[in-house]
C-alpha cells in the first residue's frame, strides 16, 4: 500500500520559516513527480512546486516565489517544502503528492492535480500575522 506522509506543520509567526516533508512508504519510481499543493479555507487546491525525482530540476510559481523551495532525498523518499518569510496568506492546508509515470512537465511548469495518483493526508501551517 502506498502511503505519502506529511509532517513539519504547525504554527508559526509572519516572517519565519518552517520546513514540510513529505516520505512515500510502499513506492518509489525514480521517474516520478512530486509535488506540494495547498489549500486555503474556501479556496481551490493549488499547486505550489514540483521536482522530477530522477534529476531534481525543480519548479515553484511564480506567486510563492521568492522564500519557497522544494527538494528531494531519493534515499530517504523524502521530499521537503522549504518556506522562508512566511505570510499570512501562506496559511493552508499543505498536500504533497506523487505520480506513477514520468510527466513531461515536472520540473519545467505548474503540474496539474489530476496527473498525481497518491496524495498524502495533508499538514496544516498556520501563520500569524
Known amino acids: 500500500e502506498v502511503q505519502l506522509t506529511e509532517s513539519g506543520g504547525g504554527s508559526v509567526q509572519a516572517g519565519g520559516s518552517l520546513r514540510l516533508s513529505c516520505t512515500a512508504s510502499?513506492?518509489?519510481?525514480?521517474?516520478?513527480?512530486m509535488g506540494w499543493f495547498r489549500q486555503a479555507p474556501g479556496t481551490e487546491r493549488e499547486g505550489i512546486a514540483n521536482i522530477y525525482a530522477l534529476t531534481g530540476r525543480t519548479h515553484v510559481v511564480d506567486s510563492v516565489k521568492p522564500g519557497l523551495a522544494i527538494s528531494r532525498d531519493n534515499a530517504a523518499n523524502t521530499v521537503y517544502l522549504q518556506m522562508n518569510s512566511l505570510k499570512h496568506e501562506d496559511t493552508a492546508m499543505y498536500y504533497c503528492?506523487?505520480?506513477?509515470?514520468?510527466?513531461?512537465?515536472?520540473?519545467?511548469?505548474?503540474?496539474?492535480?489530476?496527473?498525481?495518483?497518491?496524495w498524502g493526508q495533508g499538514t496544516q501551517l498556520s501563520v500569524s500575522s
Open positions: 510502499g513506492y518509489t519510481y525514480s521517474g516520478a513527480c
Open positions: 503528492a506523487v505520480t506513477t509515470s514520468y510527466v513531461s512537465d515536472c520540473g519545467r511548469k505548474l503540474v496539474a492535480a489530476a496527473n498525481f495518483h497518491y
